[in-house]
C-alpha cells in the first residue's frame, strides 16, 4: 500500500544550488516525515510536519505541506556534496495500528546528486 | 547518543536456511519495525510491535516472523530462506507516541542479506 511518492526520482545539482524534492500521497495524514538515506545505509530523520503546519525549517531544510493538494516539498538551501543521498517522505496515512503506533509507510525516494 | 544497532552489516546464507537478524535499541522506545528495503521498490514494512510479545503485520509479512522477548530487542526470523528474500534489511524503533501524534524513527545501519 504505497502511501508517498516522491518526484523526481533522480537529481543532479552543482555545489551551492537549491535542491527540490517533492512528495505526494493519497489519503488523510496526521503527519508527514522526511528522512535521508547514505547510500547502503540506514535512514537518518530530517524533519516531522504536523496536518496542521502549513511550513517548517531546520538549518537548511524547507518543508512545505499542502493537504489540499496532498503534497510536500523539500527544499535543500546552498547545497553540499556531503548532502548527496537519497531522500525519502513517509506518511502514517492515518492508520491507528495498535497502542501508539501508526504505521509509516514509505515512498521510492528521490536519489540527489550534489557535484562538487 | 541513541542508539539502533543491528547485528550484522553483511550476511550471506544458503537457500532453505533458518536466518536471524537482530536489532537492538537503548533508548527504551516501545515501538520496533523490521523493513526490507529493494531498488525501485523502496522500504516495505514485514512486521512491527509496540510492545513486549506484541507484533503485528506489515505489508509484506509472508515468508517471515518475528520475536520481541524482551523490550530492547526485536528479531526477524525467515524460516526457509529463499532468493527472493535477498535484500536490505532495516530494523527502526520509536517511542509511543498518543493517536494524534507520529513519532520519528530511528534506523539501524541495516543489513545487506543475500540467499545464494
Sequence with gaps: SQQGEEDPQALSIQEGENATMNCSYKTSINNLQWYRQNSGRGLVHLILIRSNEREKHSGRLRVTLDTSKKSSSLLITASRAADTASYFCATDAGLYSGAGSYQLTFGKGTKLSVIP | ?116
Design chain 2, 1 to 116: 547518543d541513541v542508539k539502533v544497532t543491528q547485528s550484522s552489516r553483511y550476511l550471506v546464507k544458503r537457500t532453505g536456511e533458518k536466518v536471524f537478524l537482530e536489532c537492538v535499541q537503548d533508548m527504551d522506545h516501545e515501538n520496533m519495525f523490521w523493513y526490507r528495503q529493494d531498488p525501485g521498490l523502496g522500504l516495505r514494512l514485514i512486521y512491527f510491535s509496540y510492545d513486549v510479545k506484541m507484533k503485528e503485520k506489515g505489508d509484506i509479512p509472508e515468508g517471515y516472523s518475528v520475536s520481541r522477548e524482551k523490550k530492547e530487542r526485536f528479531s526477524l526470523i525467515l524460516e526457509s530462506a529463499s532468493t527472493n528474500q535477498t535484500s536490505m534489511y532495516l530494523c527502526a524503533s520509536s517511542r509511543l507516541a498518543d493517536k494524534t501524534l507520529n513519532e520519528k524513527l530511528f534506523f539501524g545501519s541495516g543489513t545487506q542479506l543475500s540467499v545464494l
